[in-house]
């Protein structure tokens, strides 16, 4: 296992910083939500943040804090994608693609949420999925899995993650293409 | 600014720097103090923060005295504050990466379109192969490697396929072509599968080498049979081989005057694949057997297998030569009863017609 600091971990992956907290924004954007203030990358801990109005609505909640984890992994297979098969496949020398999977990987080592963006949701949404809110409910195990995965980071786990999706939703793609 | 003073130890400033506990005004360590009792009583401890409603929360900037600044979210905001929180602008840089990354992905889409073409052709070629469809992957697998040529996978998955339909010569080009017969992993169960298979293959052709030189020796035909058989058995998937051998074995036949070994050899040969040779054959062994033994039955059988030859030969040029060659000793044998190879036909009858 070797230590890189985090803030040198930020700058090798900084679009991955920046879609995560654009996603924030938009999301809280999406709900009206005032916010107060963003940083889309900055050299410290957290590399990026943006302060917003609390809320009640626990779909609202949901949405703010997991919807950059949805759409980081969506963008990390859309990139990776487009440059899975020259670099993994057919192993062909284009910078290109090369770059895009740079900008996949980044993108997908920063999908997961922040710790305290977790424990906000973990504090809710037992309550709300007694009250029968459905994405409470259904939200409950993606929290627990996700909070436990995020001290992994440690372990890189973030990138990881990263990897697992630039590469097995890739495949799951054209696999599915070439059966097609 | 506002004022506000601490009910506990009469602190006077700011009101901005008190909280509000069970309805009191407190300055942060009074409130500590006050809170941890009340939490050791077992009372509620929650407190909150005062705002100075005539200064704004989030630029600090003062309103005077006598005006608040209307609260957003429970804050209050200057107007300008207010306006940028409750519709945060996206930065036109964030706007233009954006559109600028979306281009690049356009442009990656369609310069990748023959990336993408070449992988459907290595999946598909992969899936067939993974079908024991080996022929039919071969082309797919060789369209992949022509974007591809670095590609390890589609290398080793045509060299596979191309070595179970015993095409070696194929899977030669591949595997020396590839990166000089280099590869990445030299552990990867696909790897070390087609090398089973060449190394298999290689030895097959070693023994195949050896047997057709002994094949041109006389009287070596028997031995050459066996080694032809020992590389088709080595190398199943190459069907030549087993041709070979069963062509070497009908020499070998021949050549010990075995004339029902023949027969038997060459009817095995023509109900395995019936074809203009297999016919020729056949009819060549039965012209043998009526030589030898004057049944009519054989002479008859030999000139039905000789027209059906005859007739699988029309409209190939190349097949109709071949046959009339044949043709005309077997001819020979069966009104003659003499049974006499190639290079004694030809000295008898060609070298003197050639004369003429």
Known sequence: MFFIPGPVIAMLTFPGVIVHEAGHLFFCKLFKLQVYDVCFFRFGNPAGYVLHEKTDDFNKSFFVSMGPFFANTLLCVVFCTAAFLPVWELKVNDPLAYFFYWLGLSIGMHAFPSTTDLSNLWAVAPVRAKQGNLLALISLPLIALLYVLNFGRVIWADLGYGIAVGILGPIAIFRAFARA | ?356
């Open chain 2, 1 to 356: 600014m506002r004022q506000g003073t601490c009910c506990e130890c009469g602190l006077t400033t700011t009101i901005r720097s008190f909280h509000s506990f069970t309805g009191k005004t407190y300055c942060e360590p009074c409130l500590w103090k006050a809170s941890q009792q009340a939490s050791e009583k077992g009372e509620p401890s929650e407190y909150i923060s005062l705002l100075d409603n005539s200064v704004c929360a989030r630029c600090g900037s003062s309103s005077g005295d006598t005006e608040d600044y209307p609260t957003i979210g429970r804050l209050p905001l200057c107007p300008t504050c207010a306006s940028q929180v409750t519709n945060w602008p996206y930065p036109t840089w964030l706007k233009a990466s954006l559109a600028v990354l979306l281009a690049l992905l356009a442009v990656a889409l369609v310069h990748g379109r023959r990336y993408f073409h070449a992988g459907r052709s290595m999946y598909q070629g992969e899936r067939l192969v993974e079908q024991q469809k080996y022929e039919a992957a071969i082309p797919y697998l060789r369209e992949a490697l022509q974007v591809a040529p670095g590609s390890d996978k589609a290398a080793l998955l045509e060299a596979k396929a191309a070595l179970k339909v015993g095409d070696v010569e194929e899977a030669q080009k591949t595997l020396k072509g590839h990166n000089g017969g280099h590869f990445e992993d030299e552990q990867d169960p696909r790897f070390l599968e087609v090398r089973g298979l060449w190394e298999r293959a290689l030895q097959a052709v070693d023994k195949a080498e050896r047997a057709s030189k002994l094949a041109e020796q006389p009287g070596q035909s028997a031995e050459a049979a066996r080694l032809m058989h020992e590389a088709a058995s080595v190398y199943p998937e190459a069907s030549g081989l087993a041709i070979s051998a069963d062509l070497l074995d009908e020499g070998a036949a021949f050549e010990r005057k075995d004339y029902d070994a023949f027969v038997a050899v060459t009817q095995k040969e023509w109900k395995e694949r019936p074809g203009p040779d297999t016919a020729a054959s056949l009819a060549s062994a039965l012209a043998c057997k009526y030589a030898t033994t004057g049944n009519a039955d054989y002479r008859q059988q030999s000139e039905e297998m000789l027209r059906k030859a005859d007739q699988m030969t029309q409209g190939n040029i190349q097949a109709m030569k071949s046959f009339e060659e044949y043709a005309e000793r077997i001819h020979y044998r069966l009104v003659s009863r003499e049974i006499i190879d190639k290079p004694e036909y030809d000295r008898r009858f060609r070298q003197t017609s050639q004369r003429k």
